[in-house]
């Protein structure tokens, strides 16, 4: 397969399909035992992988976090101005909430990112790949995706960017420029989105018709008539319910947490949190 610059490419596959095996090959967590991997005509096994890693970034299932600040966290060797940094927070709707903070770009993270929500370390990993003007973004698309990610996905901040998602929902990639459909390893099917739903012989079109995206209808004349479904389907639409909630429940989880800890704290350092007090 060879993908153009700038284009956005869905990657879809049946479980074992080998999505998870072209993100590792990619990122050279594991070496294809033949063919090359070429990134602008260079194959990434000749180069170092700090080099590499210059030129490409990742935001995966779980977003890198680290205990420090938000603008350690942004800015990690500290080679860019302010200025740049709460561009990169606005294009990834994130200025209002850092400047709501207290201590704003200097407000603590803890590590693992667990003192913000799910979303918000999502969003972070986007402020840093827009800070870094990365030339490829790879993102592993997961439940937690959601409307505010698309847009900044489709939105004009990554025109000139190399994007691949590996997708789990069909419906987060069906605007993509073209649709990698793996299959045992291998490449079944690479063609824009609508070519492959007007294929009802297409694999993609078989996912898609499972997930809701389209639907059979029969025609008087006994014949079948595809319509594309403009709810995106019932399923898609109660995961994405499901899946509000359980975020939700996480963030007051967090909360209770932090109130948790903040009462042992005081109880095992009086002192300290009296002069805290003081």
């Known amino acids: 397969m060879s993908q153009k610059p700038k284009e956005k490419v869905g990657i879809v596959g049946r479980t074992g399909a080998g999505k998870s095996s072209l993100l590792l090959a990619l990122f050279r967590i594991i070496e294809p035992t033949s063919g090359k991997i070429l990134i602008d005509g260079v194959d990434i096994g000749s180069i170092g992988l700090h080099d590499q890693c210059n030129a490409e970034r990742r935001r995966g299932f779980h977003p890198d976090m680290f205990e420090g600040t938000l603008r350690e966290n942004i800015d990690p060797v500290g080679e860019h101005q ?3 940094i709460w561009a990169a927070l606005e294009h990834s709707h994130l200025k209002a909430y850092v400047e709501s903070l207290p201590e704003g770009l200097d407000a603590p993270v803890q590590e693992g990112g667990s003192s913000l929500s799910s979303g918000q370390r999502q969003l972070l990993c986007f402020a840093r790949a827009l800070l870094r003007k990365s ?13 505010a990610i698309q847009e900044i996905i ?15 929902r069909l419906n987060t990639i069906i605007e993509s420029d073209r649709v990698l ?47 594309t479904r403009e709810d995106g389907g019932w399923l898609e639409r109660l995961t994405e319910v499901v899946v509000t909630a359980v975020d939700e429940v996480r963030e007051v989880l967090h909360g209770v947490e932090q109130d948790v800890r903040e009462e042992v704290r005081e109880v095992l350092h009086p002192a300290e949190a009296e002069a805290k007090e003081n």
């Open 154 to 168: 489709r939105g004009p901040i990554f025109h000139d960017v190399t994007i691949l998602t590996i997708a789990h």
């Open 135 to 147: 030339k490829v973004l790879v993102l592993d698309e997961d439940l937690d995706t959601d409307r």
């Open 181 to 227: 459909v793996l299959e045992q390893g291998n490449v079944a099917e690479f063609e824009a989105p609508e070519v492959l739903l007007a294929d009802k012989t297409s694999r993609f079109y078989s996912m898609a018709l499972e997930a809701g995206l389209v639907q059979d209808t029969a025609r008087e004349d006994g014949g079948v008539q595809d319509t």
């Open 82 to 84: 302010d200025a740049d």
